[in-house]
């Protein structure tokens, strides 16, 4: 069974440049959460979304932050422009019913 | 919204010894769950509680949900290095379309 897939798994770049994560959720999960893990905040949801809807964005940072989800296996959070406070590991999960979420590997972004 | 708080933050044991972590939440529990991360790895789901009561073992880890369903223990019995890791509690909102929330974490580090 395939697991959530994220990529990449290390993403190191400048600040200011556009940054790109994905997440590919399990199949037949119908929810999934973009998460952020730093030491000083802990772990963070940032949005999630049900049926490839966005439900609740209260998490995201500011408008450099932004996410989508254009079908049930695909979703992208993007930060543009980027800057060195967004360094963290960012998770993405996903869910089916009343189920716990499964989570992915994450992606380790440090921002220079 | 719904807070969890962990406690201790922080747990360093001799290898065979017990422990046990602790998870309060500020509104009755519908859905607890406990998740342990190793570093630098995702999360991984451990157990969920829902019924005041409830206990659940799992090789020697049990977590335990008060009749209240406002507080939930895990306890792990002799110790031994592959326990170490963060330890994160998370709930359910009920009434929030699945949003979740996790407790702050609890670092363990088991020394042999």
């Known amino acids: 069974d395939a697991g959530v897939i994220q990529s990449p798994r290390h993403e190191v770049t400048e600040m200011g440049q556009e940054v790109t994560l994905r997440c590919k959720p399990i199949?037949?999960?119908?929810?999934l959460f973009w998460y952020r893990q730093t030491m000083m905040r802990g772990l963070e949801l940032l949005i999630y979304?049900?049926?490839?809807?966005?439900?609740?964005d209260s998490g995201m940072p500011e408008d450099r932050f932004s996410a989508k989800m254009p079908n049930a296996s695909f979703s992208t959070l993007k930060i543009q422009p980027s800057e060195p406070r967004d360094s963290a590991v960012y998770f993405c999960?996903?869910?089916?019913?009343?189920?716990?979420?499964?989570f992915g590997d994450g992606t380790r972004l440090s921002i220079l | 919204s719904q807070e969890l708080e962990q406690s201790p933050q922080s747990l360093i044991v001799q290898e065979g010894k017990n422990l046990t972590i602790n998870c309060t939440s500020s509104k009755t529990l519908y859905g607890l769950y406990w998740y342990k991360q190793k570093y630098g790895e995702g999360l991984i789901f451990l157990m969920m509680l829902q019924k005041g009561g409830e206990e659940k073992s799992h090789e020697k880890i049990t977590a335990k949900l008060d009749e209240k369903k406002q507080q939930s223990s895990l306890h792990i019995t002799a110790s031994q290095p592959s326990h170490a890791g963060i330890y994160l509690c998370?709930?359910?909102?009920?009434?929030?379309?699945?949003?979740?929330?996790f407790g702050s974490g609890t670092k363990l580090n088991v020394k042999p």
């Open positions: 199949s037949g999960h119908n929810s």
């Open positions: 979304f049900n049926n490839n809807v966005p439900i609740d």
């Open positions: 998370g709930a359910d909102s009920p009434g929030n379309f699945n949003k979740f929330y």
């Open positions: 999960a996903s869910v089916v019913g009343n189920q716990p979420q499964h």
